[in-house]
């Protein structure tokens, strides 16, 4: 278990004295976590839809990347979880979290830790409202990774930073958390409860700009930095003033100097969302911000615009780009 006796969940010790780890929604990121975890020799439950669960037990969950290499591993795979776990990963997209969250009862989590690594904010309070706020442990991880196919994961960033921050779980077991991930080749910063809202933050200003934007204008990154820097920085900034009013500070130079070393080809996940005709997370993501900005009377009119637009987009069909 995780915690000060390890980590205090109430799952089994995986093969090898490893943890019991379940990830909710294996695509791009959970994916990701659920191979590196099996690797690392803990015992992994991927929670999927049957589809997904009935490849992952025949054929195994394979990785490509140029940071952790191209391996396969075997996982355990169900539609539900029903046993107690020492830490369950929660990774569906936002627009699916609700119903997902199905496949977690409380009462078969145990003591485990929920540890969300989703878009946006509001998706904490969500997951506080269904289980213990001791046990839940906000995320957010920077990464470009893609589901290509059920169980087949294409990890294209050179990093997986992954930030954790929780203002209602004990030190030691966030801290005990990190050293799990960590001890599977991930980039993992634990930081102080009261960074919570900072880390959170910190994400979506830096992602916001760039999901709306590149989905807007159908363009990839390096079409941001030349053609549409200034809408860039003055949707940082709308993010940053937001942030403050809850007391989270944000770099916009910082953030600035992150978006000058992405790839020039980079794609962002609701650009390709938007490409493929799936729903967006344009509420996590935009219309989450908007309405903390009405609460505090904050003016972001260039991010308001852009959900619009993106709205619209989205409900003639055109999958939310222009």
Known sequence: MIGSADMQAGGAAGAGGGRTVAVL??????????????????????????ETATAL???GLAVRSDTFGEFTVAVEAD??????????????KETALVAALDRVPREALGAGLVVPLLNGFEHVSVLRERYPAEQVVPG???????????????????????????????????????????????????RDGGDEDAILWEKLSFLAP????????????????????????AVMEEYASVAAALGATIDVAAMLRLLDGARDTMRTSMQRDAEAGRPLELDA??????????????????????????????????????
């Open 25 to 50: 929604g294996p695509g791009g990121v959970g994916g990701l976590f659920a191979g590196v975890l099996a690797r690392a020799g803990h015992r992994v439950i991927c929670l999927a839809g049957e």
């Open 57 to 59: 037990r025949k054929d």
């Open 79 to 92: 539609t539900v979880l029903r046993e107690a776990v020492d830490a369950c990963v929660v990774a569906p």
């Open 140 to 190: 957010t991880i920077r990464i470009e990774s893609t589901r290509v196919a059920p169980g087949q994961i294409v990890h294209s960033s050179p990093f997986a930073a992954v930030d954790l921050a929780s203002r209602t779980v004990p030190a030691e077991r966030v801290a005990a958390l990190g050293a799990l991930l960590s001890g599977a080749g991930l980039t993992v910063r634990v």
């Open 210 to 233: 760039m999901a709306l934007l590149t989905t807007r204008y159908a363009v990839p990154v390096g079409g941001l930095r030349t053609d549409h820097h200034d809408e860039v920085v």
């Open 285 to 322: 993501i935009g219309g989450a911000m908007l309405r903390e900005a009405d609460r505090r009377g904050l003016p972001t009119p260039v991010t308001a615009r852009l959900v619009a637009e993106l709205t619209a987009a989205a409900g003639d069909g055109a999958g939310g780009a222009s």
